[in-house]
């Protein structure tokens, strides 16, 4: 495959970075946020995504007779580089998520209610996979819908958990389990709005001094109309968002960013007043960072090309990205926060800290990123399953 971008499409990467540039606002921009800077959770980064709409920015890939452009996924995918480098908000669970699981499988009374206010940026969504008992093992999710006859539709009775959006979403993405016949054959998709009477959400602070959630449903009523696709389809639907989500959840330019970010450190200090670029150890940690970090973004480019083949997301190629990338994050941090020494560990924004404390804050927030999105031990078995072809059990 080529590795190289179109003039074409370096001039789009050039035309996204003036707009930044003319759009900067640290409220907006935050990069010391990690991965969590995508979310878009306060009012002003919602207006910011308006702007994006409005340029037509936020249906790139989207049919035309949609609202869409009907263009080609490296455009989403510079744009999405872009905005990550600079740590702002990102075009993720609502257009690539949720609007093309909509688009694929929804039914008309839902893409004409919710695609265009996605395209518009006037909705955030939460979306509900993980349970006590059902982390990355989303097949195993036993949030219990009843059907309800009378009213025509579904009861929703139980708890999810680590739901990063629950707090300012507007909507639910939820899956629910409607049938015990099948482990994967009984999930079913929903969407209910937050406000709902029968919701009730609960923070759980992090290590990365951001929000997630547990949200308790007690006899939520859910309308037919609000099924999304077929009834005991949704493991199918989830694992193809899923997909993307392992990719767009975690775009490379952020990892690049912290890596210009070390190697600018390492090349002005000093260490026993022997320059710092010149330690061998230091030397080969460098070294060995810089080359996984092509590696990552070659990765990152070989889901790209695979996708834009045409049906489903490749799948493999998605848990290939997003095993290597998130363990060469935490790698990164583990490196800054040793090649900085004690200084290492004082806070963000530190102006005397190295790296203005940057280290630190990488430390805590890569945590979580070999966990979203499906562990680790998830996407190794993906991969052994799905492109090694080695048996479920061995």
Same mark, same amino acid.
């Given at each position: 495959m080529n590795f190289e971008f179109s003039d074409e499409q370096q001039a789009f990467v050039e035309?996204? =970075? @003036?707009?930044? %540039? @003319?759009?900067?606002?640290?409220e907006v921009f935050?990069?010391?946020r990690e991965?969590?800077?995508? &979310?878009?959770?306060?009012?002003k980064r919602r207006a910011f995504m308006r702007t994006l709409g409005e340029k037509g920015w936020l249906g790139i890939t989207w049919p035309k007779e949609l609202g869409?452009?009907?263009? %080609?996924?490296? /455009?989403? /995918?510079?744009?999405?580089?872009?905005? @990550?480098y600079r740590g702002g908000p990102q075009i993720g669970k609502g257009v690539g998520i949720i609007g093309k699981t909509l688009i694929r499988h929804g039914s008309e009374k839902l893409k004409r209610e919710f695609l265009p206010k996605i395209l518009n940026a006037e909705v955030e969504f939460a979306v509900g996979y993980s349970e006590p008992q059902a982390g990355s093992d989303a097949a195993n999710m036993q949030l219990k819908a009843t059907r309800d006859d009378a009213r025509g539709g579904w009861v929703l009775t139980g708890q999810k958990i680590w739901t990063t959006s629950a707090h300012f979403?507007?909507?639910y993405w939820v899956g629910a389990r409607t049938s015990q016949e099948s482990k994967h054959g009984g999930i079913t998709l929903f969407l209910v709005p937050m406000d709902h009477p029968g919701l009730e959400v609960q923070g759980i602070p992090t290590i990365g001094d951001e929000i997630t959630n547990s949200v308790y449903f007690d006899d939520v009523f859910v309308h037919d109309d609000y099924v999304v696709g077929e009834l005991n389809k949704g493991f199918q639907y989830v694992s193809e968002a899923l997909d993307l989500e392992r990719f767009t959840m975690f775009m490379y330019s952020p990892i690049q960013q912290r890596l210009e970010l070390l190697c600018e450190y390492v090349r002005t200090e000093t260490k026993d007043g022997k320059p710092l670029?010149?330690?061998?150890?230091? =030397?080969?940690?460098?070294?060995?960072?810089?080359?996984?970090? %092509?590696?990552? =973004?070659?990765?990152?480019? =070989?889901?790209? +090309?695979? +996708?834009?083949?045409g049906g489903k997301p490749p799948t493999s190629e998605a848990s290939m990205y997003k095993l290597f990338a998130t363990t060469l994050s935490k790698k990164l941090a583990n490196a800054s926060m040793e090649i900085g020494g004690p200084g290492a560990q004082l806070r963000v924004r530190t102006e005397e800290a190295p790296m203005q404390g940057r280290a630190e804050s990488t430390y805590r927030y890569t945590v979580i990123d070999t966990i979203g999105g499906g562990a680790s031990e998830i996407?190794?078995? &993906? &991969? @052994?399953?799905?492109h090694l072809g080695l048996p479920r059990n061995f």
């Open positions: 035309e996204v =970075r @003036a707009f930044l %540039e @003319a759009n900067d606002d640290p935050d990069v010391t991965n969590m800077a995508q &979310i878009v959770d306060t009012p869409g452009q009907d263009g %080609e996924g490296v /455009y989403e /995918y510079l744009l999405n580089e872009q905005l @990550a979403a507007d909507w670029r010149e330690d061998p150890v230091v =030397r080969q940690k460098i070294a060995q960072l810089v080359t996984e970090g %092509e590696v990552a =973004r070659v990765l990152g480019l =070989r889901f790209l +090309s695979k +996708s834009m083949v996407q190794k078995n &993906i &991969i @052994a399953r799905r």
